[in-house]
């Protein structure tokens, strides 16, 4: 069965990047998109289509997807990024939605 | 800005069956998917199934014959049916709403605690 793997955790300093990885095969062949959830809050749609933006989302979170990885950037992190962030795919073999494990980011 | 609330009840004995609505604010029921999405104490996002007013379902394989969603577009409600359920199926259900047909969640729910007690 169709699986997303992401690493299970991310620490970067203010203003750094942060890239935050999702890998399935050839999860390049289908869209990802990607969720934030603050502790205590329900997820919030941040990447749509692998790069589109939500209307109200900073410019500073871009996806990408190509091969078998999609990326989330985030062009200089700041504190209130800091989040359980999920990479989200419709198989279409199964017709099932599937969530990555989830990748916690730390910035400090 | 559309708008959903989870309700229902907080607590469900094992075996028995869990049932939750989502109530809609707005009344473009009719144009989108409806999603259930679930996730355990401390541990990540579990997509269950959606709904589409005409009536199409996708399941979740390991949970198909369990599950039950289904839609009252003059209610503006999506129901959630979860028969047999056991400590495992302890959580926070959410619904969120689906502009398909690639099934991206765009707008969620608060979320509504269910814990399954023996």
């Known amino acids: 069965s169709f699986e997303l793997t992401q690493p299970p955790s991310l620490t970067v300093s203010p203003g750094q990047t942060a890239s935050i990885t999702c890998s399935g095969d050839r999860l390049g062949d289908k869209y990802v998109c990607w969720y934030q959830q603050r502790p205590g809050q329900s997820p919030l749609m941040v990447i749509y289509n692998d790069n589109k933006r939500p209307s109200g989302i900073p410019e500073r979170f871009s996806g990408s997807n190509s091969g078998n990885t999609a990326t989330l950037t985030i062009g200089g992190a700041q504190t209130l990024d800091e989040a359980d962030y999920y990479c989200?795919?419709?198989?279409?073999?199964?017709?099932?939605?599937?969530f990555g494990g989830g990748t916690r980011l730390t910035v400090l | 800005q559309v708008s959903l609330q989870e309700s229902g009840p907080g607590m469900v004995k094992s075996s028995e069956t869990l049932s939750l609505i989502c109530t809609v604010s707005s009344d473009s029921i009719n144009d989108y998917f409806w999603s259930w999405i679930r996730q355990p104490a401390g541990k990540g996002l579990e997509w269950i199934g959606r709904v589409y007013p005409s009536g199409i379902t996708n399941y979740k394989p390991s949970l198909k014959s369990r599950v039950t969603i289904s839609v009252d577009t003059s209610k503006r409600q999506i129901s959630l049916t979860l028969t047999s359920v056991t400590a495992a199926d302890s959580a926070v259900y959410y619904c969120?709403?689906?502009?398909?047909?690639?099934?991206?969640?765009?707008?969620w729910g608060k979320g509504i605690t269910v814990h399954v007690s023996s």
């Open positions: 969120a709403r689906d502009p398909g047909p690639y099934a991206y969640m765009d707008v």
């Open positions: 989200q795919t419709w198989d279409s073999a199964s017709t099932t939605a599937l």
